[in-house]
Every structure is written in C-alpha cells, then in structure tokens.
C-alpha cells in the first residue's frame, strides 16, 4: 500500500525558512514523478514544484527562485526547502506522486497525480 507523509510544516515569521519532508513507503521513486502542491485559503489546490526521476525540476512562478525541491532516492524522501517565506504562502503543502506525468504537466493538473500525502500546514505571519 502506497504512503505518503509529509512532516516540517509550522509557523514562521515573513522571510524566515521551512523545510517540508516527504517519507514514501510502498512505493519507489523509481522512475516516477514527484511534486509538491498546496491549498491556500479560499483558493484551489495549486501544483508548487515538480521533480523527474532525472532530477529536472520545474516551479510555479509565485514561488520561483524562494523554494527549491529535491529527493532522496535512496531514503526514499522528497523534500522542499522554502525560503523567503510570505504570508500569502500559508496553507496546507501536500506531497504527490505521479505514474505518467511529470514537471508542469504535473503541476497545472492535480487530478494527474495518483497517490497523496496527508498534508502539513505552513503558517507564515507578517
């Protein structure tokens, strides 16, 4: 069985930094696709940042340059380091996993993605 948790999520101060964690059991990096979403208030789940099995990466624009994703496919971990964190970042991060679909195919479709984490909150204060 597939599983995915997310872990790192909290408060911050504007400007400050998080690290989200991804463990994933059942399920092997290998050769898949995976991403980073969030559900901001009032507004629909949006795809963040994207990462291939060669380690291309792909990024929305409101958070380019400030969050960074990577994995560890040994461990089996995805991570996303945030940086420059904004009040309008706060919300709910979700991990993904993807059979078919990587980068922004990825992020422009959240139906496209197969497995989900749980989801961890981000809360930045101003």
């Known amino acids: 069985q597939v599983h995915l948790a997310e872990s790192g999520g909290g408060s911050v101060q504007a400007g400050g930094s998080l690290r989200l964690s991804c463990a994933v059991s059942g399920y092997s990096l290998t050769g898949r696709c995976m991403g980073w979403f969030r559900h901001l208030p009032g507004k629909e789940r949006e795809g963040v940042a994207a990462?291939?099995?060669?380690?291309?990466?792909a990024y929305a624009p409101s958070i380019k340059g400030r969050f960074t994703i990577s994995q560890d496919r040994d461990k089996n971990n995805l991570y996303l380091q945030m940086n420059n964190l904004k009040p309008e970042d706060s919300g709910v991060y979700y991990c993904?996993?993807?059979?078919?679909?990587?980068?922004?195919?990825?992020?422009?479709?959240?139906?496209?993605?197969?497995?989900w984490g749980q989801g961890t909150q981000v809360t930045v204060s101003s």
């Open positions: 990462i291939d099995i060669n380690g291309i990466t």
């Open positions: 993904a996993a993807s059979k078919n679909y990587c980068g922004t195919l990825l992020l422009s479709e959240t139906t496209r993605a197969d497995y």
